[in-house]
T-cell receptor, first 112, second 115 residues
């Protein structure tokens, strides 16, 4: 089964609102990364959080990591129409950290 | 080049034919990855190359799939005797470090359609 699973599968909000997406995983990780994908093509790296970190910020993005619950959340504040995309979490396992295991993604739609 | 490039961007083939997909990673990146993404799904890991080490082929779905990386740079993913279930977007990524501390940089993908 997938190491990372996002929740919800789809999210639709109004422009200006905050969007929160969650990711759960099963085994211990080295780090967790969030990626964005537009139009079903290449992914763009957003942020990386290491297993010994609890929170990280980058612009309008805030990522949290709770290793005791094996979960992470991605918060996008003051959403814009351009944020419409699919968002994936990806985990790098402690053993075999060279490759990432991706979840199924959350499809985010920002309505103008 | 500035980023990872892949060719072709789209490929339509008939069932039973062989196809080759190409990936040019970012210059100097030692790690190269191939993923497959079916419509509306997440990414499925296929194969990973790191420097001169033996590739990690654990994600290849069948022996019809193979990949090589020549000179530690360009990679080719070959699918023999294509089947309709092979239809997907094939994504290549490269990374500059041994472990996944650093981000992976993705190409735009090749959309493969098997008729």
């Amino acid at each position: 089964s997938q190491q990372g699973e996002e929740d919800p599968q789809a999210l639709s909000i109004q422009e200006g609102e905050n969007a929160t997406m969650n990711c759960s995983y099963k085994t211990s990780i080295n780090n967790l990364q969030w990626y964005r994908q537009n139009s079903g093509r290449g992914l763009v790296h957003l942020i990386l959080i290491r297993s010994n970190e609890r929170e990280k910020h980058s612009g309008r993005l805030r990522v949290t990591l709770d290793t005791s619950k094996k979960s992470s959340s991605l918060l996008i504040t003051a959403s814009r129409a351009a944020d419409t995309a699919s968002y994936f979490c990806a985990t790098a396992l402690i053993q075999g950290a060279q490759k990432l295991v991706f979840g199924q993604g959350t499809r985010l739609t920002i309505n103008p | 080049g500035a980023g990872v490039s892949q060719s072709p961007s789209n490929k339509v083939t008939e069932k039973g034919k062989d196809v080759e997909l190409r990936c040019d990673p970012i210059s100097g990146h030692t790690a190269l990855y191939w993923y497959r993404q079916s419509l509306g799904q997440g990414l499925e890991f296929l194969i990973y190359f790191q420097g001169n080490s033996a590739p990690d082929k654990s994600g290849l779905p069948s022996d019809r799939f193979s990949a090589e990386r020549t000179g530690g740079s360009v990679s080719t993913l070959t699918i023999q005797r294509t089947q309709q279930e092979d239809s997907a977007v094939y994504l290549c990524a490269s990374s500059g470090r041994v472990v996944a501390y650093n981000e992976q940089f993705f190409g735009p993908g090749t959309r493969l359609t098997v008729l």
